[in-house]
């Protein structure tokens, strides 16, 4: 019968140790994100960053769903829940005009199955005065409204959606929120 030395016997022990961590970290971490809420309340007197120097303000009682919002310096993206509906900001690179950026995002929307622009795109402005289009469309069982803005090499796009119902009720204060949109500097 052969003899464990005490150089296998601890690099066994090494060995067992790494499984041990590596079973930690691929059963624990998951874990613990699911015990991690996925949302969290933001306040709605204070500018949101979303990314590339651009900032909202979101409506009153309105959550950030984290497992959407990507901040970040060249671009960016929120989303928000107010209540069943969702309020989403993209801020993403753009080199073009308010019309091909417009027309990108309605091609984006209308090449979802099931998804249809309906009626004419309308001018908006936002208090800074940032202007924009905006419009509405339909989905299977779904409202929503969308704007596209461009600002200094960004195209920043609003989708709301939503049931009807509820949408009726949370775009007031979604509207007055991307009023609030403004771009402070230039990315870093």
Same mark, same amino acid.
């Given at each position: 019968? @052969?003899?464990?030395?005490?150089?296998? !016997?601890?690099? !066994?022990?090494?060995?067992?140790?790494?499984?041990?961590?590596? @079973?930690?970290?691929?059963?624990?971490?998951?874990?613990?994100?699911?015990?991690?809420?996925?949302?969290?309340?933001?306040?709605?007197?204070?500018?949101?960053?979303?990314?590339?120097?651009?900032?909202?303000?979101?409506?009153?009682?309105?959550?950030?769903?984290?497992?959407?919002?990507?901040?970040? $310096?060249?671009? *960016?993206?929120?989303?928000?829940?107010? &209540?069943?509906?969702?309020?989403?900001?993209?801020?993403?690179?753009?080199?073009?005009?308010?019309?091909?950026?417009?027309?990108?995002?309605?091609?984006?929307?209308? *090449?979802?199955?099931?998804?249809?622009?309906?009626?004419?795109?309308?001018?908006?402005? $936002?208090?800074?005065? !940032?202007?924009?289009?905006?419009?509405?469309?339909?989905?299977?069982?779904?409202? &929503?409204?969308?704007?596209?803005?461009?600002? *200094?090499?960004?195209?920043?796009?609003?989708?709301?959606?939503?049931?009807?119902?509820?949408? *009726?009720?949370?775009?007031?204060?979604?509207?007055?929120?991307?009023?609030?949109?403004?771009?402070?500097?230039?990315?870093?």
């Amino acid at each position: 019968m @052969a003899r464990i030395t005490r150089r296998q !016997l601890t690099n !066994l022990l090494g060995a067992l140790g790494v499984v041990v961590m590596l @079973a930690g970290l691929a059963f624990g971490l998951p874990a613990l994100d699911r015990s991690l809420p996925s949302q969290r309340a933001v306040p709605s007197d204070q500018p949101y960053p979303i990314g590339a120097g651009v900032t909202v303000i979101p409506p009153a009682g309105s959550t950030v769903d984290l497992t959407g919002t990507r901040p970040g $310096t060249q671009e *960016g993206k929120a989303l928000f829940r107010l &209540g069943p509906v969702q309020y989403e900001i993209d801020v993403r690179p753009f080199e073009g005009n308010l019309t091909s950026a417009a027309e990108r995002f309605r091609k984006r929307i209308t *090449g979802t199955p099931g998804y249809q622009v309906t009626g004419a795109q309308l001018g908006v402005t $936002t208090a800074d005065g !940032l202007a924009g289009v905006q419009g509405s469309y339909t989905a299977p069982g779904r409202g &929503g409204r969308y704007a596209v803005y461009v600002t *200094g090499g960004l195209t920043i796009e609003i989708t709301v959606s939503g049931a009807d119902l509820d949408l *009726g009720r949370s775009l007031p204060s979604i509207e007055d929120s991307a009023k609030t949109l403004r771009r402070d500097g230039e990315p870093e």
